[in-house]
């Protein structure tokens, strides 16, 4: 981005951070395409212009996202809701030691994708003796996520500070507890030296136990999407229906999510690990900066992600019902504000339009006919706005 060509094709334009690679990019490029970002990524380049918006796409480490983002140095991102909050909880860490530039940063997370969901979970060795987090205190823990686990064994050794405390005051003496009394402060950070050794690790971090680094680790753990029906991963451009026709968005992001699944699964069992606690619960967001160069552009943007994401969740559902029933009906489908309701030429008979969750159509659909609907269609959604 140094490059003098490169600076100048920038200008004008919203700069979009996207991960370069990983669990989430295959997912986040159908999410554009569905989106109508139009572009074509060079090999081995990071930055692509789009043809038809004053935007360009920035392909970076999902886990540098926040922190891009949150200097201004990009105005939009999509990344994991882990790295935001692991993001926070440095700046928190950073905040607590007076860094005063530390002050100005943050991100504004503007919508929850939805997808991608994944849960920070601390792990141990399946065969060890250890089961609760409790044991793992004073012990040698890795991770990727150092901010956030320094916090959660933070919390935990204050803990067990307060009953030790508690215990002690009982007796009528002074609580010593370790290398000195916790004394919690900003942002649920302590100023006594955490007890528990925590060591960062770029990857690979579930081999850390069987190596003899580590007690126990704190990673990622991938979770099914209810909209999951796949594990085959699929190429957001290059692979069709069976008929010839291009695969929907929905399947395409779908697809893509049931194969991290699969893959995030089966890595703690092959590593002999057991989850005995969670830390965190996360999906993909999409974030913007606290100073967006702009900021009509951001919100076009984000209207056309929720768009999709909203078509991806949704069908629509039409049906006919005699009028005395309609209000049965109805609260079998309430919408997602209200139904749309229309009078037939027969005056007894109204026409019913309405979106349903796709994680529940088919039992709504049973309710309706089971309450005298009739004609009963469900028709897929490609876009939407102001849904």
């Not at 690790?201 to 704190?218: F, H, K, T």
């Amino acid at each position: 981005m140094t490059d003098t060509s490169s600076q100048t094709s920038l200008e004008g334009r919203l700069l979009f951070a996207v991960p370069k690679k990983g669990r989430l990019q295959q997912p986040i490029l159908s999410l554009l395409e569905g989106s109508d970002i139009q572009f074509r990524r060079e090999t081995r380049l990071d930055i692509a212009l789009v043809k038809n918006l004053p935007l360009a796409l920035i392909f970076l480490p999902a886990a540098d996202i926040p922190t891009f983002v949150g200097e201004g140095r990009v105005d939009l991102g999509i990344t994991g809701g882990d790295q935001v909050a692991e993001h926070d909880a440095i700046l928190a860490m950073n905040r607590s030691t007076g860094d005063e530039m530390a002050e100005n940063e943050g991100v504004e997370q503007i919508l929850d994708l939805g997808f991608g969901n994944c849960k920070l979970q601390v792990q141990v060795p399946e065969k060890g003796e250890v089961s609760l987090v409790e044991g793992l205190v004073g012990t040698n823990i890795v991770t990727s996520f150092v901010g956030l686990t320094q916090q959660y064994f933070q919390k935990i050794e204050e803990k067990q500070g307060r009953g030790g405390e508690e215990q002690k005051k009982e007796k009528g003496g002074a609580m010593v507890n370790g290398d000195s009394v916790a004394e919690p402060i900003a942002m649920g950070m302590a100023k006594h030296k955490l007890r528990t050794r925590i060591k960062y690790v770029g990857g690979s971090v579930e081999a850390a136990c069987a190596l003899g680094v580590a007690d126990g680790i704190v990673d990622l753990v991938g979770m099914p999407s209810s909209s999951s029906s796949s594990p085959k991963g699929v190429s957001h451009r290059s692979e069709g229906s069976k008929d010839g026709e291009p695969l929907s968005v929905a399947l395409l992001i779908s697809r893509s999510l049931m194969k991290i699944y699969v893959e995030s699964g089966e890595t703690m069992k092959a590593a002999g690990l057991k989850a005995i606690d969670t830390v965190l619960n996360s999906t993909a967001v999409l974030i913007k900066s606290k100073r967006p160069s702009r900021p009509d552009l951001v919100d076009l943007i984000a209207n056309r992600i929720r768009g999709v994401i909203t078509a991806q969740k949704y069908t629509f559902c039409q049906y006919n019902v005699p009028r005395q029933l309609l209000a049965r009906a109805t609260s079998i489908t309430p919408g997602k504000r209200a139904p749309t309701v229309t009078a037939l030429e027969d005056k007894d008979w109204v026409a019913v339009s309405v979106m349903v969750e796709k994680a529940r159509i088919a039992d709504t659909m049973d309710q309706l006919t089971m309450e005298g609907a009739t004609d009963i269609l469900c028709l897929g959604i490609s876009n939407s706005r102001g849904c």
